[in-house]
């Protein structure tokens, strides 16, 4: 459908190659953050927080020191105080300073389940009963759950004053962005028709099934290692550091294999905190989280209310888009608002736009990156809104977006213009799927919903070296959550030209490789795949110089073809030497062949997805089923073909939790009740049908193979997708996230 | 050095938090230099600029602040937006 | 404490362990015993990483105290291949890509294996319910259900051939 213009054949992008960490898996013998274990290692324990919001008075941790086989208790007194903290932030947009509060708290608790005091014993259960006999003090403060009690003028402050707050006054707004252009109440006022409505919903867990943990061992000298994963080893290395405030090179972090992480690993709970243990204990402390512990105390994405106004002339031409949302940021400043305002509306050309966000500080865990942060909120809002004005203008609802779909050219919200989207071409995908002209049945039907996420390049390097025997290994910086070992020696593979398996990959820890962002941001197969082409490609070059000299011929009469050098002019034309033969000589010939590349990856793409949602609505009960279920994404290229197709797969089947199932449930005295995975209902194998994919491919022209990002716009477009098609099985509109049985059953029957 | 002042366009919150305005003009022979200008004006600007900022040079994101801005028109200076 | 000291068949070795008398299965297989292929993804049941087979039925470690499988058999993830040789269901997990991030993996495995050791031809629906316990994440389940059902039919045409 989008034929390029030169037909490119390639010797392995695209294809589905076994993951070369695949056989370690399927047996069991891959080691996950949970699995390490130190020699001489001690068992720690944390004791959190019963109150949702609470001066803590005093600590007395006497009765956990004297118990025999404790080693070291801590408490947020331990760790450096904030005048220290502020000469060593770390990167990104968390202030080191709530990090390090967040890991162990300070003065004050602010959520229930935040961390106030640890101890390590020499068993897991010595340890729990240690932390059961620190005791604390505290005096209870009120709390506030809810975006619009937390801004009312009475409520208590979580920080005081709130910081980067707009008012004057102290206030829990912790960050407010707003974007837009032109007159959006004239547009308003003069459009054929409008839609509005408010759109809400309680915060969802990413529900990675791996629990935190990790191994510290931090010796006198002050050189410390910690076994732990996460989406990036190098950010828990440079957030530990400057939470403790020691030289990041003092800290050598290797990766274990990480079991999920969708944005929630891309912080430090733990690690600074088992440091201070094994400091104290003088040996490696293992922490680790309970599945109760994950829920109440790490990041989930945040709950919103969303206030969206769309206007369109008669004959569907949008003319004004205003969206206002309010996201719980939880018990310290979080991020998502900046993006939710970004992939808001841009995926529309509107020539008058307001869209503005707020960040609102309240007693629940600090909101962390959950798979396109920020993005599925306000998608499900104006996507229901679109779906709300095509019923009104009597449309076609794929018609009327194709009709507003922006193009290449087109100003984002930002006002900077899209540069190489595939928008159009996912709409025309979908529309000649015979799944949008497929038949319903009784007490179904079809939803549909389109959205986009930004994506990120940044930092990333890569080592890859040559064996005396010509076999090929290539060492990143990222962590490899969903098959990325396999796509970067697919995308070395292909630059040398050599059989698949000639490559290796390993995931390198922070001492071994220079640094890299997390694996987050839909940017390693991107920024981490662009390094390791133009190592790959340093390499042919290397490869082909010691071929030059090894003949005495002119470097440039050597060209690397189908896995071997071969000189292509002179006496020495048509010689060929293979990489075993090159490299098998090479110590004698400049010495070992290896080549790093270091880069700030740019020229990303954002990546736009367009889902169709068949459900079948159960109207005795209130039950949703999904019947059928296609998502067609651009994915720019892909490279290892099954984990895009996978990557999509998983994104839908969150979204569908996050549409049907999945809330936090807090009651009245501030306290999770529903911190496990029977109250928090994921989905399983049974609430899911197959999930058709579309893999569009509108080449990155930036990137060598073309490559955009992949893993976060799968959860953008689904919670509208399986609203719409609520609204089109039962004439009813949700409005209010999750689509549970009992809400559902109320819309049909009036009890709402 | 620009042959003309640059245009800078400065989004929210930073147009609000450092600079009270939204457009400004300015010389700067690079993106590192272009932050230090800005933060002459808008005190604070430049401590926040790695962790926050976004710049985007005649439309373009550009993470590369050494690059020269001859021939360049236009900086837009908007929020970085955090990923999963 | 008192200790209890249990004698069971784990992967067809006969083992002997010491643990304590609230310590679950699990407990001793990963702390104890060092089978860390078996995962803790909740403890209380919900999430399936944990599955292993005691005396052949597919139970969740983490719900079995250790004490219980004092006479009896314990089949985990590290014993469903022979040696090197994988059994078909890992083979087409690989060959699926019927895993992203692979911690839910053993448990999904012993699972599909005990589901095709009962049943050799279930249908989709059968292979979704009986693996309804098991929480993955990563994959929507569709390469998963894909592996199994592709597995089950191998295993179909190794009968016949045998």
Redesign the interface.
Same mark, same amino acid.
């Given at each position: 459908m989008n034929a390029p213009e030169k037909i490119e054949t390639f010797r392995h992008i695209g294809t589905r190659p076994v993951r070369p960490d695949g056989v370690d898996k399927v047996t069991g013998k891959a080691l996950y953050g949970t699995d390490f274990k130190a020699p001489g290692m001690l068992w720690g324990a944390i004791l959190r927080s019963p109150h949702p919001h609470a001066r803590i008075l005093s600590i007395d941790t006497r009765a956990a020191e004297k118990l025999a086989g404790v080693k070291a208790v801590a408490t947020g007194k331990d760790l450096p105080t904030l005048e220290s903290l502020v000469m060593h932030?770390g990167?990104?947009?968390s202030d080191i300073v709530d990090i390090s509060h967040n890991c162990l708290a300070f003065d004050k608790v602010l959520y229930e389940g935040h961390p106030v005091a640890a101890v390590a014993a020499i068993t897991p259960e010595l340890a729990r009963e240690a932390a059961a006999l620190i005791s604390v003090e505290y005096e209870v403060l009120p709390h506030v759950l809810g975006l619009e009690e937390a801004l009312a003028d009475d409520a208590p402050l979580i920080r005081e004053p709130a910081k980067g707050g707009?008012g004057e006054t102290p206030s829990n707004v912790a960050?407010? /962005?707003?974007?837009g252009r032109g007159e959006v109440e004239a547009a308003l006022s003069g459009a054929a028709v409008v839609v509005e409505g408010r759109y809400t919903m309680e915060p969802v867990h990413q529900g990675y099934i791996e629990p935190h943990a990790c191994v510290a061992s931090w010796n006198g000298d002050g050189q410390a290692q910690i076994w732990c994963s996460s989406q990036g080893h190098f950010m828990v290395r440079s957030l530990t550091a400057s939470v403790l405030a020691i030289p990041q090179s003092d800290i050598r972090v290797t990766p274990l294999e990480i079991g999920g992480g969708?944005?929630g690993k891309?912080t430090v709970y733990l690690e600074p905190v088992a440091m201070i243990l094994s400091r104290k204990s003088g040996r490696p402390v293992r922490l680790g989280m309970s599945r109760e512990d994950v829920f109440r105390a790490t990041g989930p994405a945040p709950g919103a209310i969303i206030d969206v106004r769309l206007g369109a002339d008669a004959d569907g031409t949008l003319v004004a888009a205003e969206v206002t949302f309010k996201y719980h940021s939880g018990a310290f400043a979080a =991020?998502?608002a900046?993006?939710g305002v970004?992939s808001a509306i841009g995926h529309y050309r509107i020539a008058n736009t307001r869209v503005s966000g707020i960040e609102v500080l309240c007693n629940r865990p600090a909101a962390k990156? +959950?798979?396109? %942060?920020?993005a599925p909120q306000v998608n499900f809002a104006v996507e229901s809104a679109m779906d709300e004005l095509a019923i009104r203008l009597g449309m076609d609802p794929l018609e009327l977006r194709m009709k507003n779909a922006a193009r290449p050219g087109d100003l984002q919200t930002?006002? *900077? %213009?899209w540069?190489e989207i595939g928008w159009m071409q996912c709409l025309e995908a979908a529309k000649a799927h015979p799944h949008w002209s497929a038949p319903l049945g009784p007490n179904q039907g079809r939803g549909i919903a389109g959205g986009y996420w @930004? =994506? +990120?390049?940044?930092p990333s390097t890569v080592n890859l070296s040559v064996a005396e025997d010509g076999t090929f290994t290539v060492a990143t910086g990222s962590p490899d959550i969903g098959g990325s070992r396999a796509s970067m020696a697919i995308m070395a593979a292909e630059v040398l030209e050599v059989p698949y398996e000639q490559v290796r990959c390993v995931v390198a820890d922070t001492s071994s490789i220079g640094l890299s962002f997390v694996t987050?941001?839909?940017?390693t197969t991107f920024a981490t795949g662009m390094a390791t082409v133009e190592a790959a490609r340093e390499v042919k070059r290397l490869l082909c110089e010691r071929a030059a000299r090894t003949w005495q011929v002119p470097a440039q009469h050597v060209e690397w073809r189908d896995g071997h050098a071969v000189c292509t002019s002179g006496e020495r034309q048509g010689s060929k030497m293979s990489a075993a033969q090159v490299a098998g000589s090479s110590l004698h010939s400049g010495g070992p062949v290896t080549a790093t590349s270091a880069l700030?990856a740019?020229g990303w793409l954002p990546g736009f997805g367009f889902h169709i949602c068949d459900v079948e609505v159960d109207q005795e009960t209130g039950h949703v089923s999904i019947v059928r279920y296609t998502a067609v994404q651009d994915v720019g290229r892909a490279i290892h073909a099954d984990y895009v197709e996978g990557q999509i797969q998983g994104g839908v089947a969150q979204g569908i939790g996050w549409a049907l199932n999945e809330t936090y449930i807090y009651n009245k005295d501030g306290k999770l009740e529903n911190p496990g995975f029977l109250d928090y209902r994921m989905p399983v194998a049974s609430d899911m049908p197959m999930i058709d994919t579309v893999m569009v491919e509108v080449p990155n022209p930036v990137h060598p193979y073309g490559v955009k990002g992949v893993g976060?716009v799968p959860i953008v477009p689904p919670l509208a997708a399986v609203a719409n098609a609520v609204r089109a099985a039962t004439g009813k509109r949700m409005r209010s996230l999750p689509m549970s049985p009992d809400k559902v059953h109320a819309a049909l029957h009036g009890e709402g | 050095m620009s042959a003309s002042p640059l245009r800078i /366009?400065i989004? %929210?919150?930073f147009d609000?938090e450092f600079f009270g305005a939204e457009r400004l003009s300015l010389d700067a022979g690079n993106l590192f230099e272009l932050i230090e200008k800005l933060d002459a004006q808008g005190p604070g600007f430049a401590k926040i600029a790695r962790?926050?900022v976004h710049l985007?040079v005649d439309?373009? *994101?550009?993470?590369?602040w050494t690059r020269p801005l001859a021939d360049v028109r236009e900086v837009?200076v *908007? %929020?970085? /937006?955090? @990923?999963? | 404490m008192n200790r209890i000291h249990v004698n069971s068949t784990i992967n067809g070795d006969v083992t002997e362990f010491l643990c304590d008398p609230g310590a679950s299965l699990l407990d001793v297989l990963r702390d104890t015993l060092h089978l860390t292929g078996s995962k803790e993804g909740c403890g209380s049941g919900d999430c399936g990483a944990c599955t292993v087979e005691l005396d052949g039925e597919m139970v969740c470690s983490c719900l079995v105290l250790a004490a219980e499988a004092e006479g009896r058999t314990v089949a985990t993830i590290e014993g469903v291949a022979e040696g090197s040789v994988l059994h078909p269901v890992q083979q087409k997990f690989l060959e699926h890509a019927a895993l992203q991030c692979g911690f839910c993996t053993p448990g999904f495995i012993v699972a599909a294996k005990s589901l095709l050791d009962r049943n050799p031809n279930p249908t989709e629906t059968e292979v979704r319910y009986w693996l309804a316990g098991n929480l993955c994440r990563c994959t929507g389940y569709d390469k998963i259900v894909r592996a199994v059902m592709d597995a089950a039919a191998e295993l179909r045409q190794e009968r016949t051939a045998a």
């Open positions: 932030v990167e990104g947009a707009t960050m407010d /962005v707003t974007m969708f944005g891309t =991020n998502d900046g993006a970004s990156a +959950y798979r396109a %942060p920020g930002s006002g *900077l %213009p540069g @930004g =994506n +990120y390049g940044g987050g941001g839909s940017r700030s740019q976060e | /366009v989004m %929210p919150p609000k962790a926050r985007a439309g373009v *994101l550009e993470t590369d837009i *908007l %929020p970085r /937006v955090g @990923g999963g | -």
